[in-house]
């Protein structure tokens, strides 16, 4: 290591001056590196934010550190109640976020009103099929994002899943988005909702720097007796979509250590307890 292109940060490590991807150490990039991890996050809080399928800001945030330096650009185009975007400016990155139901964007903004942060945030109400209109109209149509990150909807899951709806039920959350045509965990056919996901990437690949990464978190699902391999035709549809073709570079899972095991298919069949996700890693390069 030659002197002067490090600087030493006692316990965290070294930073290399020539780190062209984030601020961390060497020692903080090795540890990410790992392809799985164990978060275990706080309990739901019960300030109104009745997401259903809200990913918790701790591990979003892992993600846009290791992906971006303080004052770039996160996207998240199915933004929810807005995690991305609150845990990108606690870390001083800006952020944008589109979210179809008013209620979600209603609940974004009013987080964000209370968390008084460094960095950035627009949070746009609109579908993220007008990607470029919902920029344009409001003077963001410059911005060329630095990273993506996002949960789009399981597919038809959140109304379809009967067993998890029970208990979604009863904790008071929504077993459905909206019912909105625009909202694509709306659509019941797997492949036209397949086509319709990668369309909406299509879109964020045009708003993306290059050699920008983006990060889909995502699963497989077990419905009406076979497993819908979701996570999977998700990775492969974003990499056949001709000049807008992500390169797909790895996955890291997220294991869900605290999720209580239900009895499916006990004494009968092989249906297993779903504990994972999976986060997908894709890069816009330049084809070779
Ligand atoms: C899995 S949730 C995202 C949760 C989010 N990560 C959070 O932490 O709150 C998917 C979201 O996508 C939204 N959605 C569905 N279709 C959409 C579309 N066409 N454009 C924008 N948002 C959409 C849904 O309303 C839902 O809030």
Known sequence: MAEGKYIDLGDRGKLSLRNKLNELTGKEWIKFSKSWFIHTPRARDK????????FPESLVKEFIEFFTKRNQWVLDPFMGTG????????IGRNA??????????DITKRRIE???????????????????????????????????????PYWNQLKRNYIRQKSRDEKGLDTIYS??????GNIDDYNEFIEKQAR???KVFDVTKDKGYLTIITNNVYFEGRLYPLAFDTAISLTKRGEKSWTLKDEKIWLQND????ALGVNSAWVANRHHQYCLILRKEKKR
């Open 200 to 202: 909406i990437f299509d």
């Open 114 to 152: 209370e968390n008084l942060s460094s960095g950035k945030t627009f949070p746009l109400h609109g579908s993220s099929e007008d990607l470029s209109l919902l920029l344009e109209k409001n003077n963001l149509k410059d911005i060329r994002f630095d990273y993506v990150i996002t949960s789009p």
């Open 96 to 105: 944008v976020g589109i979210e179809l139901s008013k209620k979600y964007f």
């Open 179 to 184: 019912v909105d045509d625009k909202d694509i």
């Open 47 to 54: 300030s109104g934010i009745l997401h259903p399928a809200k």
């Open 83 to 90: 995690s991305a975007l609150i845990a990108a400016s606690e």
């Open 259 to 262: 999720k209580a095991l239900i």
